[in-house]
């Protein structure tokens, strides 16, 4: 009756270690009410930035490319806080950010494909009748 486990002990010890391991599983960490509300604040600044964008009536790569920076920076501190992403494993968090970053990287690599695909067309073919 006195079976071996694989770390050498016997069924009695690992049940009475069972009821310490979910006495520690229980207790998870709360944040304070004070970080929630200083989230909502900078993405209400931000969505007011954002806003402010359109209101001051920029126009071209000024306003894209501001509007994408307070889309990034929103959406990151949503993922970071309220996806608590900032207190996972550094591994996860890669497997969560990592992607979308690539994603943008080779739709950049796209643009400029794009690009040079259109010039080397209009040289060879002309712009046509």
Known sequence: ?????????????????APAAVARADVHQQH???????????LFILSTCSYLV????LHG???WSLILIFMILKAGLIVAVFMHMAWERLALAYAIILPPILVLVFVTMMV?????????????FGAGP
Do not use: C, S
């Open 61 to 63: 790569y000024l306003r």
């Open 112 to 124: 400029f494909e794009a690009d040079y695909t259109l010039f080397t067309r209009l040289a060879f």
């Open 1 to 17: 009756m006195a079976e071996a486990t694989a770390n050498g002990l016997g069924q009695h010890a690992l049940h009475a270690a």
């Open 32 to 42: 304070p009410i004070k970080l929630y509300l200083v989230v909502w604040a900078w």
């Open 54 to 57: 359109d209101y001051f009536g």
